[in-house]
């Protein structure tokens, strides 16, 4: 089984302010990586797919990055609803796995 | 528009069964697969499985190979997820998605459209 690794754990932003959360593979993924956000009480939202293809309806200060085993999600400027959960995923092999998530909350 | 819409709240006894549907809309339903994913409470998501709706074929985490069974009825473009011996750690939000891609395409494992969940309770 591939174990994804997410650091930090918590992310203290301020509105306005640029997050960097990342994302680890235990075995190369090549570019088979998805970003999730998911909001207290709400199912998650697919963010990204393919390492940093933003999904239909993301706004542009989301980006991905990464191949391999290292992977990194970017939010340009926080807005108030980027409060949340973020999970990524591999899909690289056919036994998905999920990180245990990173919260991005207000600083 | 894209819907899953999944069945209700459910409540089980420890050893027992239990069966959750998610009902398809706005899309080929067999032109996709499903995914299962759990998330106990104040956990993260924890993956279960995936099956083609276009002929059934199923991936399963080892963590549920023997106690999991995924279906689907394409006639009604229903997934159903059956998880059986339940115990108070099987107490968590079910959530149904739709995978991205097409069933045989490279995206077919993201889920791109959830269900809003089903929260079942296992307890004495």
């Known amino acids: 089984e591939i174990v994804m690794t997410q650091s930090p754990g918590t992310l203290s932003v301020s509105p306005g302010e640029r997050a960097t959360l990342s994302c680890r593979a235990s075995q190369s993924i090549s570019s088979n990586l998805a970003w999730y956000q998911q909001k207290p009480g709400q199912a998650p939202r697919l963010l990204i797919y393919?390492?940093?293809t933003r999904a239909t309806g993301i706004p542009a200060r989301f980006s991905g990055s990464g191949s391999g085993t290292d992977f990194t999600l970017t939010i340009s400027s926080l807005q108030s609803e980027d409060f949340a959960i973020y999970y990524c995923q591999q899909y690289n092999s056919w036994l998905l796995t999920f990180g245990g998530g990173t919260k991005v909350e207000i600083k | 528009q894209i819907q899953l819409v999944q069945s209700g709240a459910e409540v089980k006894n420890p050893g027992a069964s239990v069966k959750v549907s998610c009902k398809a809309s706005?899309?080929?339903?067999?032109?996709?697969?499903i995914s299962w994913v759990r998330q106990a409470p104040g956990q993260g998501l924890e993956w279960m499985g995936w099956?083609?709706?276009?002929?059934?074929?199923?991936n399963r985490a080892q963590k549920f190979q023997d106690r999991v069974t995924m279906t689907t009825d394409t006639s009604t473009s229903t997934a159903y997820m059956e998880l059986r011996k339940l115990t108070s750690d099987d107490t968590a939000v079910y959530y149904c998605?739709?995978?991205?891609?097409?069933?045989?395409?490279?995206?077919?494992?993201?889920?791109?459209?959830w269900g809003p969940g089903t929260l079942v309770t296992v307890s004495a």
């Open positions: 706005g899309y080929s339903f067999t032109n996709h697969g």
């Open positions: 393919g390492a940093s």
């Open positions: 099956i083609s709706a276009f002929n059934g074929n199923t």
């Open positions: 998605a739709r995978g991205h891609g097409y069933v045989w395409g490279d995206y077919r494992y993201v889920s791109d459209y």
